[in-house]
């Protein structure tokens, strides 16, 4: 069955969090965090497991419960709409143990995102802290995210305690194609502490978080200036740009990330600067990055109250360890100085969602989605999938080019649906240029034109509401 309407107006604003998903997994309540997120249970996402808490807890609230899937299914999944179709997201799934089954056991297990496989998840690696595993993602016209853990060891069951998935509006990591799916090694404020999303404007927006950073021996952490006024690529927040560190004298600043693989890899590699001085004409600071003592580059810091981003790929890098060194270039007067750093892994991206998996999230999938394809005037198609019961979902199309006397808009079942489209609302606009000139007079020929001399071809604005 499919719904045709013909055509209607409106002014919103989206929230900064439209279209964030933020499960907190083995909880049955809903529960809006300090940060003002959202969390929500995860009973509408997965149809196995069971609910647990940890018995030893920890400050984040959301990982203080979880599920695990003791059944030894190939995979237990999560199935989570995309707010939007063909646009980047942040998927993060996170982890902790916390004593749980009260063996004192942390278990290893496989991560998997629309079945092709993502990490292996050791749930020990951070000494026993929380976990967690988050790429940039790129879904192409699916409607949904597939997340699924897999037992590989006897006695050791995998479980999941979070799951966020962000869409990002921003042009953010612009050199990283949508072809691919990039996996973050490490997200580092260098010299500050941790930052998260706290849903102040000038903090971080994405929801990403910006681990405290180690700070080298031979390094001093200082305050710097940062620019509040500029865009700065990937849209990095003020507060890991208030503080860097700079090495002593003429020391070299050397940064290790871990890489778990061994096969030698495509590498995509962030660099944060900031600047603490004004400089004075004679006074340089120019840094010679080296990852792995290649792939060099040279760098010369931002003025006193501006920013720089630098961004190195692609790199190819091999485990265990990335070796990165910032060392002060020929002629530079001044040492090394970071704010910040993101290291990530690219793989191809490959999206089976029809591959099978277990029994009970296929029979979850098949008797609860509802997707729709939107159609105006039988082409400018959009997939929609539909919100959760409970949610609402607003949908813009513009700009569409369309003429009269009439415009028809189409919404059918997308393929693999199994439920018919659904609709609360629409608001439909057309725009014209604005020319204002309030000392020609207007007359009534003028305006007989502009009504039937000729049939107007405009823009569109379709606004869809769907509950």
């Not at 069955?1 to 499960?23: P, R």
């Not at 790429?135 to 897999?150: E, M, P, R």
């Not at 792939?295 to 070796?323: H, L, R, S």
């Amino acid at each position: 069955m499919s719904i045709v309407l013909f055509v209607a107006k409106t002014s919103f604003s989206f929230v900064e969090t439209l279209g964030w998903y933020s499960i907190d997994c083995g909880t049955d309540e809903l529960r809006i965090g300090d940060d003002l997120i959202v969390w929500e249970s995860d009973e509408d996402y997965t149809q196995t497991g069971t609910n647990n808490l940890v018995l030893e807890k920890q400050p984040l609230e959301e990982m203080n419960t979880l599920r695990f899937f003791p059944n030894r299914a190939e995979q237990n999944c999560y199935i989570v709409p995309a707010y939007k179709q063909t646009l980047r997201y942040l998927v993060r799934v996170g982890f902790y143990y916390g004593n749980y089954d009260n063996l004192s056991n942390f278990p290893t297990f496989d991560l998997y995102i629309d079945n092709e496989k993502w990490a292996t998840v050791d749930t020990s690696s951070t000494g026993g802290g929380p976990v967690y595993h988050e790429a940039i993602y790129v879904t192409h016209g699916s409607g949904y995210f597939k997340i699924c853990v897999k037992q590989t060891r006897e006695g050791e069951v995998p479980f999941v305690s979070l799951i966020q998935v962000v869409p990002l509006w921003a042009n953010l990591y612009p050199k990283m194609e949508t072809n691919a799916t990039f996996h973050l090694l490490t997200r580092t404020n260098l010299g500050g502490d941790e930052v998260r999303y706290s849903g102040v404007y000038l903090d971080e927006k994405y929801n990403r978080i910006w681990t405290k950073g180690s700070t080298p021996l031979n390094c001093v952490n200082v305050p710097t200036l940062p620019d509040s006024n500029s865009v700065t690529e990937n849209d990095p927040p003020y507060t890991v740009l208030l503080d860097s560190i700079q090495s002593n004298n003429s020391d070299p600043i050397i940064l290790t990330v871990d890489l778990p693989q061994r096969t030698p890899q495509p590498a995509y590699f962030v660099f944060y600067f900031t600047e603490n001085i004004q400089r004075s004409p004679n006074v340089t600071r120019t840094m010679l990055i080296k990852i792995n003592d290649q792939n060099d580059e040279i760098v010369a810091a931002p003025d006193f109250g501006k920013n720089k981003v630098v961004t190195m790929y692609p790199v190819m890098v091999e485990g265990p360890t990335i070796n990165i060194t910032l060392a002060p270039n020929n002629g530079s007067t001044l040492p090394p100085l970071i704010a910040g750093m993101e290291v990530f892994t690219r793989t191809n991206a490959i999206q089976d969602h029809d591959k099978s998996s277990s029994t009970g999230t296929l029979e979850y999938f098949s008797f609860a989605y509802r997707t729709m394809l939107i159609k105006i005037n039988d082409q400018n198609e959009e997939i929609v999938a539909a919100p959760d019961f409970g949610k609402n979902k607003v949908v813009t199309m513009y700009p569409v080019v369309v003429e009269g006397p009439t415009i028809n808009i189409t919404l059918a079942p997308n393929n693999g649906s199994t439920l018919p489209p659904l609709i609360a609302g629409m608001e439909v606009f057309t725009r014209t240029n604005a020319i204002q000139d309030h000392d020609k007079s207007s007359s009534t020929g003028t305006l007989e034109y502009f009504s039937f001399a000729y049939r107007l071809v405009c823009n569109l604005c379709l606004v869809v509401v769907l509950i």
